[in-house]
């Protein structure tokens, strides 16, 4: 199977491989270590410090520093982001604070002489930066932050203020220690509030001392992430040089005139925010490597680990039971199928036009795609570092075998960035419209999101409405299959066919938009005695739960359709093929079964989702043959899996008195 498992690699290294293998090797020398698991905060937010120095004195982030990076440029960034992330979140976190949020911003908020300025110093880490925008009073709502930024005529200054606590900037990345901030506050001139910009604030002198006017301290011990110096900031009346006002999009002249070529202020402020999306891309990509570390961690151990006889017989594997298979490797299945939406992602990101006009259209889709995805992303991943750590028992409630740190570090990702519910309630509003402009026009545009629907949203909802029973066709699996309504004979082999899957997905999508825009058109009409847009935001907070799950609906639909596009596209073998088609099988299966509310409607009738879940059960063991395989196709080095994953619970050596020592770091305390 070797010529497998490199099939299966390639899928995940689809770029850089060499920088991969160069960037592991460089993760596994000083100083990039892991600390002693009792270290105290402070001593761990220096180690990662230390370690993003020693990154950028190796170079590795010389591929950001152009203005309009290259797609191999980019390509290059991601891979070794991915590293980094895989070895500690920590680290990876640093790097999106440092260059993602506070360099990011300067570069697509600023100008070419700001880049000058800034850049040279953040990228060489000569300085610290951090982004402050989040407040203790304002987190997803970032339009109505409450921190001020008034221009001052007579001195051409700009006044940085926090009018009151709710406006501290909070839990703000690499604030402890930071030489500069990137402040986004509302920005006033002559009395008139022009909206949110970003503003280059200086924190420290040369000495490191902090400026007058600025205050600073940490959050405090967090749940994970310790290494990650997380920060409170004030500012009272700081004075900022007008320079300071990042001027891309916007500028002050020196009577305190405010000019932008783009007039609509919500336009100008969606398209500075859309600009820094690479944070979420950075988190969707955090997903998938943690689940791959943890997975991989668990199923190896599972793979060695025996508890258990029958008879005289040898301890039976606990992958070797069905229900330690039940909790772990649709996890798997889900961890490959959700690469294909991470890539494709960051091909959106990569390919961004120049021209502001199309770059402009390409950022709502990328907004729409980075909201779904860091929320399904998240949440697939959260269940599945869960699923490796419950599998492992005692032993992956030890942080010495990585699951719980990992855990531990990712949880912030749920609501960093933009909160997870948030998101997948914005992206469904969009895809709202889409679908309401499709039926009105009985026509879904062949470049959109809902390509699909065409004849899907406009016959078959009317069966679904009618109660009738949707059933695959007779005959042979066409290339598009789709349902239809009729009552024909069916073959129970056919359920696990992704294509069928696909189009159980395709229908549930389709529901749920119908439901939704019926539930929302009768919450609107009850909010009547308020005007229009104060009855649709009443309508859209009364769906808020319906929402999630049509948000939902759509990315896992798409996160199969690109599996399967890529099973087809990207994969070499036949033999990697078929086995891929097994986990996308497996994948569609418990997408569908896990849905209470689809399996409750007339769409799959009870025998046939009995039917499904006898299929899923097979395909369980079928998938567990090839564990191992799929466990080495993730591409984690050994180095990174959690110890048990290679030492099992016979290997002597590593469980004698001595190396327990090591691995605890408890030597001093063993010893009384």
Not at 129 to 154: I, Y
Not at 278 to 295: E, F, P, W
Not at 541 to 560: I, K, P, V, Y
Not at 630 to 635: D, F, N, R, S, Y
């Amino acid at each position: 199977m070797e010529g497998v498992v490199d099939d299966l690699c390639c899928f995940f290294e689809r770029h850089n491989r060499p920088e991969r293998q160069r960037m592991f090797e460089i993760l596994q020398r000083p100083p990039f270590h892991p600390l002693p698991l009792d270290q105290h905060m402070h001593i761990q937010q220096e180690h990662s410090w230390k370690s993003l120095c020693a990154v950028a004195e190796l170079g590795l982030l010389d591929v950001v520093r152009p203005i309009q990076p290259t797609q191999h440029e980019y390509e290059t960034f991601w891979a070794r982001l991915e590293c980094a992330v895989m070895h500690d979140m920590a680290l990876g976190t640093l790097i999106g604070a440092h260059i993602g949020l506070c360099a990011g911003a300067i570069m697509t908020m600023g100008t070419d002489d700001q880049h000058e300025q800034y850049l040279p110093d953040l990228y060489a880490c000569e300085r610290r930066g951090c982004f402050a925008m989040t407040e203790l009073g304002h987190g997803s709502n970032v339009r109505d932050l409450e921190t001020t930024a008034h221009f001052d005529v007579a001195t051409q200054e700009f006044v940085i203020n926090t009018p009151r606590d709710s406006a501290q900037k909070f839990w703000i990345g690499n604030a402890v220690g930071a030489h500069l901030a990137v402040v986004m506050a509302q920005l006033y001139t002559n009395g008139v509030c022009h909206g949110v910009h970003g503003f280059v604030v200086p924190m420290r002198d040369a000495h490191n001392h902090l400026y007058p006017g600025v205050r600073v301290a940490d959050v405090g011990h967090k749940m994970g992430l310790n290494g990650n110096p997380n920060g409170r900031i004030w500012f009272n009346k700081v004075r900022i040089p007008a320079d300071n006002l990042l001027r891309r999009y916007g500028s002050v002249a020196e009577d305190g005139s405010y000019s932008s070529f783009i007039s609509d202020s919500n336009l100008r402020f969606s398209i500075c925010l859309a600009e820094l999306l690479r944070g979420r891309i950075a988190i969707i990509l955090a997903s998938s490597t943690n689940s791959r570390v943890c997975l991989g961690t668990a199923i190896s151990y599972a793979l060695s680990r025996r508890q258990f006889r029958v008879g005289d017989a040898e301890e039976t594997l606990l992958l070797d039971y069905p229900m330690h298979q039940r909790r772990l490797l649709p996890h798997l299945a889900m961890t490959y199928a959700m690469y294909s939406p991470i890539w494709r992602v960051q091909v959106m990101w990569n390919d961004r036009s120049d021209d502001i006009t199309v770059r402009m259209q390409q950022m709502k889709e990328i907004h729409i795609m980075t909201s779904g995805f860091k929320s399904l992303g998240g949440w697939f991943a959260r269940d599945a570092m869960q699923a490796a750590r419950e599998a492992c028992g005692g032993q992956g409630y030890a942080s010495w075998n990585h699951i719980s740190r990992f855990k531990a570090d990712f949880d912030a990702s749920l609501t960093y960035e933009g909160d997870n519910c948030v998101l997948m309630a914005l992206g469904t509003r969009t895809l709202m419209k889409m679908y309401r402009k499709g039926l009105k026009d009985r026509k879904f545009p062949s470049t959109g999101l809902l390509f699909h629907m065409n004849g899907l949203a406009m016959s078959d909802i009317q069966a679904l409405d009618l109660g009738y029973p949707v059933v695959w066709r007779e005959g042979p699996l066409p290339a598009g299959g789709r349902f239809e309504d009729a009552t024909s004979w069916f073959d129970a082999s056919l359920l696990r066919h992704p294509v069928f899957l696909l189009t159980c997905l395709q229908v549930r999508e389709n529901l749920y938009l119908n439901l939704l825009s019926k539930r929302l058109q009768q919450e609107t009409m009850k909010a009547g005695n308020l005007p229009q847009a104060d009855a649709e935001e009443t309508a859209w907070n009364a769906c808020g739960s319906l929402a999630m799950d049509c948000g939902r609906a759509f990315f896992e639909r798409l996160t199969m359709q690109w599996f399967l596009d890529d099973i087809r596209g990207v994969v070499k073998l036949e033999a990697t093929r078929n086995l891929l088609s097994k986990l996308a099988s497996l994948f569609g299966l418990w997408l569908v079964l896990g849905d209470a509310r689809f399996c409750g409607t007339s769409a799959l009738s009870v025998s046939r989702q009995q039917d499904m879940r006898q299929e899923f059960d097979t395909l369980l063991g079928e998938v567990r043959v090839h564990a191992h395989t799929l466990v080495q196709g993730m591409a984690v080095p050994e180095f990174f899996l959690g110890p048990i994953a290679t030492s099992g619970d016979s290997n002597d050596k590593f469980w004698s008195y001595e190396q327990t020592l090591k691995n605890t770091t408890y030597a001093g305390r063993a010893k009384l």
